[in-house]
């Protein structure tokens, strides 16, 4: 697996483990609250912010890894291990 695909598949693990834990939790606290405030407990989910929220993740664990790759790809093994 090459060092390009490691993030993007490690981010959409945490946002496969992330999203729906932090729906339910957050379900769970919202309706704890609204019961003691004496207010109904409808929460509602923004299915478009979480879709933005994904593609964000991923875009952002793609260009975080671009700079170490490009640069880990213009360097010549030879020198670098003969400099060492």
């Known amino acids: 697996m ?12 945490a946002l496969a483990i992330g999203i729906p834990v932090g729906l339910l939790c957050g379900r769970q ?11 109904l407990s409808v929460a509602s989910v923004p299915l478009l912010w ?3 929220l994904v593609a964000a993740a991923l875009a ?3 260009a975080i890894t671009a700079v170490p790759g ?3 790809s213009r360097a010549r093994a030879a020198e670098a291990l003969r400099a060492e």
């Open 60 to 62: 952002l664990a793609v």
């Open 2 to 13: 090459t060092s390009m695909a490691r993030p993007p598949s490690r981010a959409r693990v």
């Open 70 to 72: 490009i640069t880990a």
């Open 29 to 39: 606290i919202w309706q704890f609250f609204a019961g003691q405030l004496g207010t």
């Open 50 to 52: 979480f879709a933005i």
